[in-house]
């Protein structure tokens, strides 16, 4: 096994992830859709109810479109992460999964790139998103759209992880809905996505604990502070840290001697 | 003139058992397969072909037995063991909304052939296969015979020593089946590949062919197709099948 071996297998498959997406337009239009009308009805709606006191990274008073814009993108990256997953549940029931789970190469290293190139993906998305953001007016420091990048790529495998973590524990593919349930909706609103930690301790401690260990929080307060040019090391950590612990369960999931594999029938 | 080719030990499986929740799936299986030969791993459905075929993948891990591929120990040298495997599985397991060509380029990248060796490769695979003049077609057009025979092509394009086949011609007509049966007998012999092949289906085994009859997830016969037929005091290796496959079920 060479190095060069490593590389054209990683290749191979973030440009089949990439060809795939490019393929299915909807999926891209879709993706875009989501965050662009939970910005442009949403936000405008709050925008008159919700105030958003000054608190870091913002200097000054902020538009609500402005708060929810970080929360948005983390909403791209945690569906595009679920969709991932999706897909590898619907590659193995299809088969397809296995010839990627026989080539000589370390299952880790097969998993990361899967994750890789889902994250190629949702970054894309992230970038088009901002860009349609910033015709309406939100607008960061042009450093921002340059520090944002390495905190997608982050987040983005953090929630990745997560989902590959999920798809090696889902047997079929009609209990991925529920799941998606369970995680995507929980996560996205208890999350600092769409209303500042401050706000939610003043309804319920709670609500703000359960909000403040989310790991799609600081995911979001990362992606938040960087668009800003600003580092959020304990936002930073936290997602680092998620990221490895999902992805550790993830490998072990898929396993074949210690995981799940073999608890889904004969496949 | 017959030419005498030197066989080497592709495959071998020593005391294999494997359950599924308590429930014994596989029981201390064992034999080998031999280089330039076709061994044919014949049972009814549920005796435990597709679980031997995930362990021998590694799909699956067992606790007892020993599986070597080439001399490497599945379990504990995984990647050298499989660099050595080619598979055709069961399922289909082709991209359908991308090409031929596409899928082919897929599976040379992710066993690290170069971008020269891998259209080299693809070209004289297909080529062998007739299936070189519809490269740029999506899979999703083929009929399914010939979705098999790109399934076979990509199987070959890292040049494996076993070719392991899960019931390749399920699902096909007898024309499509016949070919795809001549072939790989050809590739056996032509290429010196050990070729581990699963079915239910009598017809495809040939006379030189290596028979393993397993039922119930143990092995009930192995040998030659006149070996079995004899130990089993029959006329047929149909005739062996049905009478192996009856008496163990009571």
């Known amino acids: ?267 | 003139m017959s030419r005498q080719k030197i066989q080497t030990t592709a495959l071998s499986i020593e005391n294999l058992s494997f359950s599924y929740s308590g429930k014994k799936a596989l029981e201390q299986v064992d034999f080998t397969v031999k280089s330039s030969e076709c061994t044919i791993l014949l049972g009814p459905n549920g005796a435990g072909k597709s679980t031997l075929f995930s362990l021998i993948t590694r799909l699956y891990d067992s606790r007892e037995g020993k599986i070597t591929l080439c001399g490497f120990d599945v379990k504990q040298q995984t990647q050298q063991a499989l660099s050595k495997l080619g598979v055709v599985f069961q399922q289909t397991t082709l991209d359908m909304d991308l090409t031929v060509l596409q899928n082919l380029r897929y599976h040379t990248a992710l066993h690290g052939l170069s971008g020269k060796l891998a259209k080299q490769r693809i070209q004289e695979e297909l080529e062998r296969l007739n299936m070189y003049d519809r490269r740029g077609e999506k899979i999703r057009q083929l009929n399914g015979g010939h979705r098999r025979r790109v399934e076979i092509a990509r199987a070959l394009l890292h040049k494996p020593s076993l070719l392991l086949l899960d019931e390749p011609t399920v699902g096909l007509d007898i024309p499509s089946r016949q070919s795809i049966v001549e072939h790989l007998h050809q590739l056996a012999i032509e290429q010196d590949l050990a070729i581990l092949w699963a079915t239910h289906l009598i017809d495809e085994i040939h006379p030189q062919d290596q028979i393993v009859v397993l039922h119930q997830g143990k092995i009930k016969q192995k040998g030659t197709l006149n070996e079995v037929i004899q130990a089993t005091n029959t006329h047929s290796i149909n005739e062996a099948f049905q009478q192996i496959t009856e008496r163990r079920k009571g």
């Open chain 1, 1 to 267: 096994m060479n190095i060069l071996h490593y590389l054209r297998a990683m290749q191979g498959i973030i440009g089949r992830e990439l060809w795939r997406f490019v393929r299915q337009r909807e999926r891209f239009i879709a993706a875009l859709v989501r965050p662009l009308v939970w910005l442009f009805i949403f936000a405008a709606g709050f925008r008159a109810t919700l105030g958003v006191a000054i608190s870091p990274p913002y200097e000054t008073y902020i538009l609500y479109e402005v708060y929810i814009t970080p929360g948005l993108i983390g909403m791209i990256q945690l569906f595009n992460g679920m969709q991932s997953s999706l897909s590898m549940v619907y590659d193995r029931e299809m088969g397809s999964m296995r010839i990627l789970m026989v080539c000589p190469l370390p299952r880790w290293f097969l998993l990361m790139s899967k994750l890789i190139a889902g994250v190629s993906v949702s970054v894309l998305q992230a970038y088009v998103f901002l860009a349609i953001a910033w015709f309406y007016e939100i607008e960061a420091p042009w450093e921002g759209y340059l520090y944002i990048l390495p905190a997608l790529i982050l987040s983005g495998v953090m929630l990745g992880a997560l989902g590959l973590l999920l798809s090696s524990f889902i047997k079929q593919l009609e209990n991925f809905a529920g799941v998606m349930n369970f995680v995507i909706f929980p996560m996205f609103f208890m999350s600092t996505a769409l209303y500042p930690l401050w706000k939610m301790k003043e309804s319920s401690v709670l609500l703000h604990n359960l909000a403040h260990y989310n790991p799609f929080s600081q995911a979001i307060e990362l992606i938040r502070f960087s668009l800003y040019g600003e580092f959020n090391q304990y936002a930073f950590f936290y997602t680092l840290i998620a990221f490895v612990l999902f992805m550790t369960i993830a490998v072990i999931g898929y396993n074949p001697s210690k995981g799940m594999m073999m608890k889904k029938g004969r496949g």
